[in-house]
T-cell receptor
Framework: GENVEQHPSTLSVQEGDSAVIKCTYS??????FPWYKQELGKGPQLIID?????GEKKDQRIAVTLNKTAKHFSLHITETQPEDSAVYFC??????????FGAGTTVTVRA | NAGVTQTPKFQVLKTGQSMTLQCAQD?????MYWYRQDPGMGLRLIYY???????DKGEVPNGYNVSRLNKREFSLRLESAAPSQTSVYFC?????????FGPGTRLTVL
């Protein structure tokens, strides 16, 4: 099955700086890669996703890049704000809409 | 729209007790999922249902059973709870790729 590894497990950044989270996956057949944000006491919520036919996708301050050859993808948050503090999960879809998740990254934005 | 709802929000059980976690969605999605979330391990799929009337095992199905009662509802049952099942349980639904998650049930088994 699919194996997704995520780094780092914790990330502390100064407000206004950028944050980068990296994930690798094992199944070369995976073709959908979402990122979820989970705030304290809530369920995960999709913030951005990318498909295998695209190398990069942006949505305001967040962007995701995908390197299918190397089987890794990354989340970039620019101009971080206190409300960006949360746990972020990457995932890869192997088949039948089943997602395999990374272990999560706890992001803390320092004011 | 309420999206995905889960009951209860919190539950404490003794070892060997049984309980059912309820999940409902009002988005007319075909697929529904049950995950457990443990510290440092992300979300792991317990069971999923690709459509009404079908269920399949995920990564960690042992100790659990599910019922897809109708298109809206997907329940998770613990027949004989064990301390290793202490976790936060999330239900999700999807129509295509994007999964929508409920608020979770925090379960403690003593």
């Amino acid at each position: 099955g699919e194996n997704v590894e995520q780094h780092p497990s914790t990330l502390s950044v100064q407000e206004g700086d950028s944050a980068v989270i990296k994930c690798t996956y094992s199944d070369s057949a995976s073709n959908y890669f979402p990122w979820y944000k989970q705030e304290l006491g809530k369920g995960p919520q999709l913030i951005i996703d990318i498909r295998s036919n695209v190398g990069e996708k942006k949505d305001q301050r967040i962007a995701v890049t995908l390197n299918k050859t190397a089987k890794h993808f990354s989340l970039h948050i620019t101009e971080t704000q206190p409300e960006d503090s949360a746990v972020y999960f990457c995932a890869a879809e192997s088949n039948d809409y089943k997602l395999s998740f990374g272990a999560g990254t706890t992001v803390t934005v320092r004011a | 729209n309420a999206g995905v709802t889960q009951t209860p929000k919190f539950q404490v059980l003794k070892t060997g007790q049984s309980m059912t976690l309820q999940c409902a969605q009002d988005m007319n999605h075909n697929s529904m999922y049950w995950y457990r979330q443990d510290p440092g391990m992300g979300l792991r799929l317990i069971y999923y249902s690709a459509s009404e009337g079908t269920t399949d095992k995920g990564e960690v199905p042992n100790g659990y059973n599910v019922s897809r009662l109708n298109k809206r509802e997907f329940s998770l049952r613990l027949e004989s709870a064990a301390p290793s099942q202490t976790s936060v349980y999330f239900c999700a639904s999807s129509q295509s790729n994007e999964q929508f998650f409920g608020p979770g049930t925090r379960l403690t088994v003593l």
